[in-house]
């Protein structure tokens, strides 16, 4: 399914370039230190995806790009906020290739910058007033809000799965949709809902989301047990180190012998093992198919969102190809 | 100016009991840890006087009562949200007479606590969608983000004021403002945009709450250095241990000989000072007509407040009487 996504990428660059002048101005201010701290994540990079979907998911019924920047703005913003404090939670000190917000700034401050850029989240939405329809604008506030709840939800999952060993595969993929498609979801619905698109559209909208957030997830989670640091922007097998419930593993332990399973059990979740033996342990999942096993299952949700998108009925068709494009992009196997 | 709370008080007790109720609709649901966490707090009492100035500064422009509860609601959250995150970064273990968030569940689960009471603040607001017209509630969401803003950017002030010792009288009042006042303020700015109060209007009430907020505080740091344990909540002399640049330090500061000073800033912030080194910390501090002082400037911006409310054109007077018995009784000397 790989593609040219050229096109796709020239704008990609024009909207990150034009959401991080918003996010500037919008993130700034005083005490000093507080801001370069909210600020240290968002200028270390990201491609600004979730802006990205929301413009392009606004264009389809019509939206004024400018608006759908600054909307995507504000989804941006939320996004970095759940990094920071994700990984004050997952104690982890790389991101995006620089030491992350707790690592420079301490752990108070990365508490503080974290709350800080949630609330300036919805400031930026609330910069659009007089620019769209206030019935439209309020529901987009509770749609951000749902995704800050949803995320948070998603988040304790995730840290109770650490110390599970019991998680079910319908579990995993509860815990994906609330962590990461959620606000996937939320960015383009609030691109339609700004833009006042038909009721059964955003339907719609949600099931693409919903699966190409899942198969998202999921190669991230692939990613994380075959790539090296250079692609990651952080220590390899950090997910193995903190005793992550992926689907690899979730998959792996359902497949080995008892034997086997002791031996994983016994590394993964260590935070002082060995590199020799996150590397075993990640030898010892692959050698169950887990990899083909997570793939397919990307394949299948990716597939049901494609179809969701083909069921959307637009009135800028370009806006509707990019988002394919984007889905095909963002759930591609680079490894 | 001690009087007769009793009508405030009863009024003061059905609202925090209805808040409560639309509290416990909002704040629910899974995973049970998360939730539990994020209740801890909030079911271990609190007066929800923000959530009764909101009610009270509606109903002066004819805001439905039941609408200025659930945006009370929302309000209380958020600043539950803002004590959980305190108290993690300030180390306090106990308040309102229990273990903090962090002390019975951990800080990472405390964080998150945080995250979501924040988050559901903005979802809390958002269910008065159909209730009230759309352009006041984007405006209230406007305020409420406007408040968690200000509130980090205080808590920034107040942490890095524990660090130094050259903080002025001004930059106390800044920080103080920001801390506790601002939320304060949007409370009734946000019962008054809701009711669709005239713009002057928001301007006395604005005022009102500036004095109000920042007289409370500094009342609240004198209780801090004179009222026994069973009062406060939380063990005595916190302030103290964590090195706050209170009214009463930096008055202190400038009155004490260079002997003297040396002598507190031996002292202050040191987390592991006995409670006798503390007890003469603050005999010291009182030496210099410190609590004086504080009481003083609390009554003047007090006496500001009080002024600006009677500017205040309400159509209903009993709410902006018992607003006024509101202002008396938060600032009341309690020691």
Redesign the interface.
């Known amino acids: 399914m790989a593609g040219d996504f050229s096109k796709l990428m020239n704008y990609a660059r024009y909207v990150a370039s034009e959401v991080d002048k918003v996010i500037n101005e919008v993130v700034e201010?005083?005490?000093q230190?507080?801001y370069e701290a909210s600020n240290h994540l968002i200028k270390a990079g990201g491609k600004r995806l979730r802006p990205l979907a929301l413009v392009l998911s606004g264009r389809m019924y019509g939206l004024d790009e400018r608006v759908g920047i600054r909307a995507g703005a504000s989804v941006e913003i939320l996004h970095n906020f759940t990094l920071i404090?994700d990984d004050?939670?997952d104690k982890d000190a790389f991101r995006r290739g620089v030491p992350t917000v707790h690592t420079v700034y301490g752990?108070?401050?990365a508490?503080?910058a974290?709350?800080?850029l949630?609330?300036?989240a919805?400031?930026a939405?609330?910069r659009l007033?007089g620019l769209v329809?206030?019935?439209r604008?309020?529901?987009a506030?509770?749609e951000?809000?749902?995704a800050?709840?949803t995320v948070?939800?998603g988040?304790?999952?995730d840290?109770?799965f650490e110390r599970r060993w019991d998680v079910t595969l319908d579990e995993y993929l509860l815990m994906i949709y609330k962590k990461t498609a959620a606000l996937f979801k939320s960015s383009l619905v609030m691109g339609a809902l700004l833009a006042g698109a038909p009721e059964n559209e955003i339907t719609n909208l949600e099931r693409f989301a919903e699966g190409v957030g899942i198969a998202f997830q999921i190669r991230d989670d692939v990613l994380g047990l075959v790539a090296d640091e250079s692609v990651l922007g952080k220590p390899v097998y950090s997910d193995l180190k903190e005793g992550k419930k992926t689907v690899l593993v979730i998959y792996a332990l359902s497949r080995l012998s008892t034997n086997e399973k002791k031996k994983l059990i016994s590394t993964l979740g260590r935070r002082d093992a060995s590199a020799e033996e996150l590397k075993d342990l990640a030898e010892l999942i692959k050698s169950t198919g887990a990899v083909e096993f997570a793939d397919d299952l990307a394949d299948k949700h990716l597939k049901q969102g494609l179809e969701a998108l083909n069921r959307v009925r637009p009135v800028d068709h370009e806006a509707k190809d990019l988002l394919r494009d984007l889905a095909l992009f963002v759930t591609a196997r680079n490894y």
Chains 1, 2 share one sequence.
């Open positions: 201010g005083e005490p230190k507080l404090h004050i939670m752990e108070d401050m508490i503080l974290g709350d800080l949630f609330a300036k919805f400031e939405l609330g007033s329809p206030a019935d604008l309020v529901k506030f509770r951000l809000a749902w800050a709840v948070a939800e988040q304790a999952l840290m109770d």
